[in-house]
Nanobody, 116 residues
Framework: QVQLVESGGGLVQPGGSLRLSCAAS????????MSWYRQAPGKEREYVAV????????NYADSVKGRFTVSRDNAKNTVYLQMSSLKPEDTAVYYC?????????WGQGTQVTVSS
């Protein structure tokens, strides 16, 4: 079955950086676009970034453009989210996601807290 496992979250000061990872299994990873979403306390889950199956034309939410970079390693079945210049408003649980056979799958999420 499809499994997505995020890691790499934590507490970071404003202006700092973190790299999130998402290990995927249960499907042909290299055949699917992968996405990152986030959900802040009291808010709805929101889109962050997407990377196509070949790692080409990535796309970002305006709120993270120029600060976050999504990448993937198809040999390792892993997608990454490099986050830089972090702001307190980036505090959220971050999820990776895949749309597989018309169903969207989610990982368990990893907490990112940006605070001094």
């Amino acid at each position: 079955q499809v499994q997505l496992v995020e890691s790499g979250g934590g507490l970071v000061q404003p202006g700092g950086s973190l790299r999130l990872s998402c290990a995927a299994s249960g499907f042909t990873f290299s055949s699917y676009a992968m996405s990152w979403y986030r959900q802040a306390p009291g808010k709805e889950r929101e889109y962050v970034a997407v990377i196509p199956r070949t790692g080409g034309s990535t796309n970002y939410a305006d709120s993270v453009k120029g600060r976050f970079t999504v990448s993937r390693d198809n040999a390792k079945n892993t997608v990454y989210l490099q986050m830089s210049s972090l702001k307190p408003e980036d505090t959220a649980v971050y999820y990776c996601s895949v749309l597989h056979l018309a169903r969207r799958y989610w990982g368990q999420g990893t907490q990112v807290t940006v605070s001094s």
